[in-house]
């Protein structure tokens, strides 16, 4: 024998339509239901469904001004399924009617800016001309990752990221406001390193600190003086004596151009330079 489901609740006329209920609370709920509607039939105001389409763009705007799917259904009060179907054409068709009582509780909610909140995501053009510049002034990305404590490859996503955490915006400007009056040079960053982020943001035309007046302005641009940048590497002379004496204490090639800030090849050029004039 099979026992027939219960109803999850007796909120509505679900438990009776589906379940069949009859606990007498429910019976009389779609009595009063049937009542109502036989009166609105009879004056000819009977309206079970109203086009969807209104409420489909009340949601598109608030989506606009920062609200989320979530936020937005637990403030109507509405199912996530009944969201689905107004808003999304997958699987099942989209509604083109839905309850009034839906829309009402939908239109009804206003249209703002929704709350920023450590988790809102946000435009991330303020976190990319921060970085940019930081890059420009040459922080690494190793660098700007251990004082931001955030992985490198996070730093080298957040540069070029169209959308940011505000809670990760919020963390790049506080250690921006800091570090744009830092050198690299005297916190550690090497100048082999600093040549390379300074040729990094000289190739993608990154600007530093002082060419921003609003850095968070999406329709500021930054001060260049007019001036076309031409990328070009700074050529680094090295004293091949250097290299040789450097060489003695047993340094590496790497290590050497760190200490001269230039290239590993220009150490190996210098001391052949060096064994060439010896030989002579």
């Known amino acids: 024998m099979t026992t027939r489901p219960l109803p ?14 009859r606990l007498p609370e429910c019976v009389a709920r779609i009595q009063a239901y049937e009542r109502r509607r036989y009166r609105q039939k009879g004056y000819g105001t009977w309206q079970p469904l109203v086009d969807a389409e209104p409420t489909r763009q009340h949601i598109a705007a608030l989506r606009a001004a920062g609200h989320s799917v979530t936020a937005i259904q637990k403030k109507a009060r509405v199912s996530s ?45 303020g976190t990319r001309r921060r970085l940019q510049a930081l890059i420009a002034m040459g922080w690494t990305c190793r660098a700007l990752a251990t004082r931001l404590g955030i992985h490198p490859r996070q730093v080298e996503h957040l540069v070029t990221s169209e959308r940011v955490l505000a809670s990760t915006a919020t963390r790049v400007a506080e250690r921006y406001r800091v570090l744009q009056t ?37 329709n500021c641009q930054p001060e260049t003086g007019g001036q076309t940048t031409i990328h070009r590497r700074r050529k680094v002379t090295v004293d091949p004596a250097d290299v040789v004496r450097l060489t003695a204490r047993g ?30």
């Not at 999850?8 to 209920?21: A, D, E, G, S, V």
């Not at 839906?102 to 809102?120: D, G, M, Q």
């Not at 530093?208 to 968070?216: C, F, K, M, N, S």
Request: proline share 9%; hydrophobic share 40%.
């Open 8 to 21: 999850p609740h007796h909120r509505n006329l679900t438990c009776i339509k589906q379940y069949r209920c």
């Open 81 to 125: 399924a009944t969201l689905a179907r107004i808003l999304y054409d997958g699987v099942n068709p989209r509604a083109e009617r839905i309850r009034p009582d839906v829309a009402a509780r939908i239109l009804a909610l206003p249209v703002h800016p929704a709350a920023v909140t450590p988790h809102t995501i946000i435009d991330g053009i």
């Open 182 to 218: 830092c050198q690299p040079g005297d916190h550690g960053v090497p100048s082999r390193s600093q040549n390379l982020a300074r040729n990094i943001a000289a190739r993608n035309n990154w600007p530093g600190p002082l060419a921003w007046d609003d850095i968070d302005d999406p």
């Open 251 to 280: 340094r590496t090639n790497a290590q050497i151009a760190a200490e001269l800030g230039c290239h590993d090849r220009t150490v190996i050029r210098a001391r052949r330079r060096a064994e060439m004039a010896a030989a002579a």
